[in-house]
């Protein structure tokens, strides 16, 4: 699912959200990839039917209604899309005895396995919602040896979980045995820490699902010195994607170790939005004929056929990024959409949040 279909997805489910009916008189219907489209005709058909035992004279009305204009859908199918498919039908209005009749057919940017029809007095969204949902989720642990913290990447955010403190005394500059001695203790209490630490990061993230990995990071040896000591479990060891050398074992700590691990996260959509507005700050600053920014400067160069990329805010609210996606796609443009969710992101909506990389100067 890209973009685009993420974006229509969240407008569609925001719109079949916002109704509701005075009565259970709402039907939803999801058709899984592959489902023969005939049976659901069927069924339909036999609802129908049995819908003349509702006692509401509307409300059998609006049912009835609303399973024609679905089994009227269901007819002109030949099959069920790729993905499966989802159908909407009912009154909508909130005012008793008028009708505001809506039939909505949507093919999901993914496919779907449930099948279900529900009559209710709202629609079934549940398994639309689950599409959205982050499929990918990496945990985050920075550590040294007086403190460490723990968090997660959901897509683009990042959460804290935990900061743990060690309480380690620094270092004894008195020589001989009493050294030795307080060396020795030092490094049982590290162990101990270390192995605290593995106790967490195995209750928070063992049994997490779509935990893809472990980033691991920290100044000098300690991260090592955890990954020898610590006693994590294999399962666990076996998911750190990487360590990297990270001077904080803070919240910041946290932030670093992301950046540090833009190998790892090449994919991941944080990754991809960092890269894009890194370019365009860069070409801004560099090579500002080759880009725009500003809703009247932009507008002017797709006016000229001029845009390579068009970066647009999500901020801007839906009607304005169909407005300027309508006409990007007339010159071929690829469309990024950027969220404010990294600061990046919150720099690129303070900067009007409609931006563009060019082809040419204009």
Known sequence: MDQKDKAELEDFLKEIESYKARHTELITVYIPKGFDINLITKQLESEKS?????????????????????IRVAKSLKQTPQNGLVLFAGNVSQVEGQDNFITKVFEPPEEISVRLYRCDQVFVLDPLYEILKIKEIYGLLVIERKEATLGLLIGKKIKILQKLSSYIPGKMRAGG???????????????????????????????????????????????????????LVTALKNKILAVKDIGYADEHGIELLVEASRDVLADQEITIEKKILEEFFNMLGKQKEKTAYGEEQVLKALKFGAVETLLLSKKLGNNKIKELEKLAEETS??????????EEGEQFWNLSGVGAMLRFKI
């Open 177 to 231: 045995q009493s050294s030795q001695r307080f060396a020795r203790i030092t490094e049982g209490l590290a162990r101990d820490f270390y192995r605290k630490i593995a106790e967490v990061v195995k209750k928070e993230f063992f049994n997490m699902k779509n935990l893809k990995g472990i980033l691991l990071g920290g100044p000098g040896p300690t991260k090592e010195g955890f990954l020898r000591e610590g006693q």
């Open 333 to 342: 443009v690829e469309v990024k959409l950027i969220s404010v969710e990294t």
């Open 50 to 70: 049995t819908c003349s035992n509702i006692k509401s004279t509307a409300t059998r009305k609006n049912v009835k209604e609303a399973l024609e204009s679905l």
